[in-house]
């Protein structure tokens, strides 16, 4: 099949391995394979599942017009992936300029680029699958560049030449450069030449275009069909990943696709389903920072409060080091640490209900017994950093409490309790010991407030990772639930519920870098601390009004 913007080239594998000692015959049995007459198809999804139920043993070569690899990469992606099996070369024209190729490589393909020496929307490119051997050469013929691959397959060598015309270039330059670089040209024993020379060689009144149709013509082995059809991807489609280029935020690209969801008319929709199940998967490949965001995000986020909290730690036990910052730092601890209990305590039937969403979510595509399972593990890593954190907290502050204080009443000095200055000095002579044990304790309780307030931020990234994989499986039967609700809606919801999690995700990272920031000069930062750790309980975990 061949026309503007799509051409295709089939030979069979089989037969050329068998035949190879006699080329004049594999030319025959090429001849016979090629289709002579141009067919006409309403997208490129049938053009695909014709080939895949066909005999696919062969070498695919294809062409696309891309009009910016940069604004359709996406869409080149879904189409690779959907008929990676029967695409062993594809070819590209007006690629555009390329700054950097690794943002544009496709698995499991080698990647070769033939930047325009004209204007910044024209470009050539050619991907090749790496089981394949491939020689390639850029050629220069006066202001043209030309983009060839020598391909060795079973002992038969194939030349694939990608060639361009810009409309704005002078139509007798370029024709004479052809012929000069096909004049100059070292053929293979099988030649196949791809590209959109943007002239329309049907007019027969064109003196231009019947030298140039005497050019192809008269080179031996040439494959060549003509068609005036013009009709251009974007012009046959109305898709999703369409002018989304890769962001260097996330949120941004999420952003991007549900503003496109939103502005995609319900005509056509019918022919985009296969674009649409893809589309989550290869917006992951064209951003590598959606790529690894599932993994990276809750390790980060975890390890981070673990540091926090054994910082904390840390940080108060040098305080009890220092009698002279005992009293002043002590109190900030206590508020920050009550603040926060009380406002746990107050709301435990949200955190209730949080954890409770998480099986309801579950239960359309996992049985009792996964769900179950799920829960349990849940809760035994929860129960593993409950016990970690207070046992650490314990036995980092309550040793350095109880010596300090010890050393204080053997002293005889006035701070001879754990917190000087909470109790005014008369009682002191009269309940010294239920004091001293009473304080005592409560040091003790701080250790596992602290490990219980780290818990529920803990628990964050874990629900939500189990929220990320529930959607995962959503996607999994995306085209199952599209035959319910129309396809736009349905991945729209999905997409909007992927951008609220991750927007969560990084508004919480955000905080923390704002607590880390803190350089604990003056006295401003305690509260700043305060009210950051606050407001990140209050908002994403406790989600109060």
């Known amino acids: ?67 910016s690899l940069q604004r359709h990469y996406d869409e080149l992606l879904v189409y690779v992936q959907s008929a990676k099996e029967i695409l062993n070369v594809i070819v590209l024209s007006e690629t555009g300029k390329i700054e950097n190729l690794h943002d544009f490589q496709i698995p499991g393909y080698n990647i070769y680029y033939n930047e325009s020496c004209h204007n910044k929307c024209d470009g050539t490119l050619i991907y090749i699958k790496t089981c394949i051997s491939a020689n390639v050469k850029i050629t220069n013929v006066d202001n043209y560049k030309f983009l060839r691959v020598t391909l060795f397959e079973n002992g038969i060598k194939i030349g694939i030449s990608a060639i361009y015309r810009s409309p704005s270039m ?31 060689l049907l007019k027969q009144d064109n003196k231009e275009n019947k030298y140039l149709k005497e050019i192809l013509t008269e080179k031996d082995n040439l494959i060549c069909q003509i068609t005036s059809e013009n009709r251009r991807l974007q012009e046959q489609y109305e898709l999703i990943t369409s002018n989304i280029a890769p962001k260097d935020s996330i949120v941004d690209t999420l952003d991007s696709v549900v503003k496109r969801l939103d502005h995609l008319e319900e005509k056509g929709c019918n ?70 209990w009380k406002m ?138 599209c035959q319910m609700q129309n396809p736009k809606i349905v991945l729209r919801s999905l997409v909007i519920e992927h951008l609220d999690i991750i927007r969560s995700l990084v508004e919480v990272s955000r905080g923390l870098e704002d607590i880390e920031n803190g350089n604990g000069n003056g006295g401003g930062w305690k509260n700043r601390i305060l009210h950051k750790l606050g407001e990140l309980l209050k908002t994403h975990v406790l989600k109060l009004d």
């Open 344 to 481: 746990a305590l107050a709301h435990s039937v949200r955190i209730k209900d949080l954890v409770g969403e998480i099986p309801v979510i579950e239960e359309t595509f996992f049985g009792d017994e996964k769900t179950e399972a799920v829960h349990l593990k849940v809760s035994s890593y929860n129960h593993k950093i409950f016990t970690f954190l207070g046992v650490a907290g314990f036995c980092t502050i309550l040793p350095f409490v109880v010596l300090e204080a010890l050393s204080f009443k053997e002293m005889k000095a006035r701070q001879e309790l754990v917190f000087s200055g909470y109790f005014p000095s008369y009682i002191l002579d009269n309940c010294f010991g239920v004091v001293f044990v009473y304080q005592v304790w409560n040091g003790t309780l701080a250790a596992i407030y602290i490990s219980c307030f780290d818990t529920l931020f803990n628990g964050l990234p874990i629900f939500i990772f189990l929220r990320l994989k529930v959607l995962g499986k959503k996607f999994e039967r995306f085209e199952e639930l």
């Open 271 to 340: 022919r985009i389903l296969m674009i649409m199940t893809g589309c989550w998967d290869q917006l992951g490949i064209s951003n590598r920072i959606l790529n690894v965001l599932y993994k990276t995000y809750g390790m980060l986020l975890e390890s981070t409060f673990t540091l926090f909290t054994l910082s904390l730690s840390i940080g108060v036990k040098y305080v009890f080091h220092d009698s002279r910052k005992l009293n002043g730092h002590l109190q900030f601890l206590l508020v920050y640490i009550f603040c926060l």
């Open 1 to 67: 099949m061949y026309s503007s913007g799509l051409h295709c080239f089939s030979a069979n594998e089989c037969k050329v391995r068998k035949y190879a000692n006699n080329l004049n015959f594999i030319m025959d049995l090429v001849d016979e394979s090629v289709e002579k007459e141009t067919k006409n198809y309403q997208c490129i999804e049938d053009y695909l599942a014709e080939q895949r139920e066909g005999d696919i043993c062969g070498l695919g070569v294809i062409h696309f017009n891309i009009r």
């Open 170 to 200: 002078d139509v007798d330059d370029y024709i004479n450069s052809l012929d000069e670089y096909l004049n100059d040209l070292k053929t293979e024993d099988m030649e196949i030449y791809l590209g959109d020379i943007n002239i329309d």
